[in-house]
């Protein structure tokens, strides 16, 4: 089981998704790895890409770009995954790529992120150019989990459980 998202308030894990920069708190990045094939999954919440085994785990794979209204696209071979805590679970959240680590300048209005509002996705835009994640928690809501291990059930054979 992971452990909650303890902020380290020092260092970000920065990575562009669709030319934008964002951050992420070190402390809530898990690992780092290249894209792999993500499995559809019938019935999962829309923010979801689907599901990846990750060492004999099952983790929901996050739709980042829908989730920040960018357009969507097929995970090219050059992406990057983050496995990140959201809550008690591990989410991976595919990148364009990972561009390193920053220390996060003072915040701005989430409207200056990305020029819109973003309803509760705790964005908030750096005066050094990085929009920052400031709470990966909100990335997977409870409704959007509950309906990943619905989805997940419904696609497990009769009798087998989905690995833990």
Known sequence: MDLPFQPSASLLVTFRVEGLLLGLDLGAVVRIERAAAVTPLNGGPPCLMGALNHHGRILPVLDLRRRLGLPTR????????LLVRCGLRTVVVPVDRVEGLATPGPLTSPEEALGAP???????????????????DRLLNPVEDAAFESALAGSQPSGSEPPA
């Not at 097929?74 to 995954?81: A, E, H, M």
Request: aromatic share 4%; hydrophobic share 35%; glycine share 12%.
């Open 74 to 81: 097929p995970l090219d071979p050059s992406d990057q995954f």
């Open 118 to 136: 973003l309803k509760g996705l705790g964005l908030m835009a750096s005066e050094n150019g990085i929009t920052v994640i400031q709470d990966p």
